[in-house]
Every structure is written in structure tokens, then in C-alpha cells.
């Protein structure tokens, strides 16, 4: 069992930065793959990042491509989504989940929210232009 909690969301002006922070329980999170997605009002979950265990691969949305980066740190037990030249429509709340990582998975795999076993209650972040 993992349980997730997501911190770091908040108002910010178009072009300013946030951290967002996903902090996990559990002994084993290293073995986990984590991925953040994002919910607007009225629209679907929608992939923006995720990282893999296995050599920190990393997978981005390409609308946040070359200005949002995700980490992590296993000691910390935590997955970072720095957030850089913030826009109107990254606006949401944003969600890391995680799923047990397995050498097989491939790119796609990390975008479906249904690949997912634990999600976090959500931060939200508000882009003011």
C-alpha cells in the first residue's frame, strides 16, 4: 500500500514557477513508477509527467515540454514537478499517482491514468495572466 500526498500548488503569475512535491509512504517506493497528471474543471485527467524506477527515464505531455521537470529523490521518498513560464492553461489540480514499475513498460503506459494503483487527494495550482 502506498499512499501519496501532493504540497506546492498555489496562485502564481503567467510566467512564474511552482515546486510541486508528491510525498509517498511505504518502504518501497523506489520500486514504484510515479506520474503527475492534471484535471481542469469540466475536462478530462490529463497526463504532464512521469518517472520511471528504472534508470530515472523520464515522460513528458508535450504541451509542457521544455518547461516542467520531474524528479525524484528515493531517500526523501518524494517526486518533485518543478514547473517553469507558467501559462492561463496550467491552470488544475494536479495529481501524482504510482504504480509498481516494470521493465517492460513502455512510454504509453506511463500516460494512461488507468495504469495507475494509488493517487493523492490533488494540489491546485491557478495561473493568473
Known amino acids: 500500500q502506498v499512499q501519496l500526498v501532493e504540497s506546492g500548488g498555489g496562485l502564481v503569475q503567467a510566467g512564474g514557477s511552482l515546486r510541486l512535491s508528491c510525498a509517498a509512504s511505504?518502504?518501497?517506493?523506489?520500486?514504484?513508477?510515479v506520474g503527475w497528471f492534471r484535471q481542469a474543471p469540466g475536462k478530462e485527467r490529463d497526463f504532464v509527467a512521469a518517472?520511471?524506477?528504472?534508470?530515472?527515464?523520464?515522460y513528458y505531455a508535450d504541451s509542457v515540454k521544455g518547461r516542467f521537470t520531474i524528479s525524484r529523490d528515493n531517500a526523501k521518498n518524494t517526486v518533485y514537478l518543478q514547473t517553469n513560464s507558467l501559462k492561463p492553461e496550467d491552470t488544475a489540480v494536479y495529481y501524482c499517482a504510482a504504480v509498481l514499475d516494470v521493465a517492460s513498460y513502455i512510454g504509453s503506459y506511463y500516460s494512461r491514468p488507468s495504469s495507475y494503483d494509488y493517487w493523492g487527494q490533488g494540489t491546485q495550482v491557478t495561473v493568473s495572466s
Open positions: 518517472i520511471s524506477r528504472y534508470l530515472g527515464r523520464t
Open positions: 511505504g518502504r518501497t517506493f523506489s520500486s514504484y513508477a
